[in-house]
Antibody, heavy 127, light 108 residues
Framework: QLQLQESGPGLVKPSETLSLTCTVS??????????WGWIRQPPGKGLEWIGS???????YYNPSLKSRVTISVDTSKNQFSLKLSSVTAADTAVYYC???????????????????WGQGTLVTVSS | DIQLTQSPSFLSASVGDRVTITCRAS??????LAWYQQKPGKAPKLLIY???TLQSGVPSRFSGSGSGTEFTLTISSLQPEDFATYYC??????????FGGGTKVEIK
């Protein structure tokens, strides 16, 4: 059974960089046709897709966050990571990692639903 | 960006009721739509993808329909464990992947 687990600091100061890691177990992050994504949810609010990465390193980001986001992958550790720079209180949220299908080999991309999720981790931005 | 508008945003219903939630897309997305259920303090759970395909293990009382810009999630007979918030998500090839604002289903 595939499992995803987020880890990282629960408190980040304003203007600093939020860093989270998602560890995948029960399956390989190098599986073809699967992307690994980050989604966040501010307290009491809805869901926002941050971005996704393929095991090869190809990344796709939400344009609203693209200037501040970096997603990377470490296949040797079966992990992928999120860095969000210059954080403010508006970045306070539960951050989830998740898996979804994807295929961008044909010029345009096909995206599948988010079928496996981590439990989520609350990150608070505060001094 | 493709905007998804869910209605209603809040729904009060009784066990055994038939419940329908609507998701409207700001432009056509064919059948590239998924539905998720989220309970308090938990990650969302995939219910339906490709607008109408039931995810493995999801009870058959859940069903989805629609294409283009209008989609529905129906729960044929609401059970106590179905009280939750439901989100739609569009999976069109053009990014970003976006979610609807959510529909909270509460006990009447």
């Amino acid at each position: 059974q595939l499992q995803l687990q987020e880890s990282g600091p629960g408190l980040v100061k304003p203007s600093e960089t939020l860093s989270l890691t998602c560890t995948v177990s029960g399956g390989s992050i190098s599986s073809s046709s699967y992307y690994w994504g980050w989604i966040r949810q501010p307290p009491g609010k809805g869901l926002e897709w941050i971005g996704s990465i393929y095991y090869s390193g190809s990344t796709y980001y939400n344009p609203s966050l693209k200037s501040r986001v970096t997603i990377s992958v470490d296949t040797s550790k079966n992990q992928f990571s999120l860095k969000l720079s210059s954080v403010t209180a508006a970045d306070t949220a539960v951050y989830y990692c998740a898996r979804h299908e994807g295929d961008c080999s044909g010029g345009s991309c096909y995206w599948g639903p988010l079928d496996y999720w981590g439990q989520g981790t609350l990150v608070t931005v505060s001094s | 960006d493709i905007q998804l508008t869910q209605s209603p945003s809040f729904l009060s219903a009784s066990v055994g009721d038939r419940v329908t939630i609507t998701c409207r897309a700001s432009q056509g997305i064919s059948s590239y739509l998924a539905w998720y259920q989220q309970k308090p303090g938990k990650a969302p759970k995939l219910l339906i993808y490709a607008a109408s395909t039931l995810q493995s293990g999801v009870p058959s009382r859940f069903s989805g329909s629609g294409s283009g810009t209008e989609f529905t999630l129906t729960i044929s007979s609401l059970q106590p464990e179905d009280f939750a918030t439901y989100y739609c998500q569009q999976l069109n090839s053009y990014l970003p992947l976006t979610f609807g604002g959510g529909t909270k289903v509460e006990i009447k």
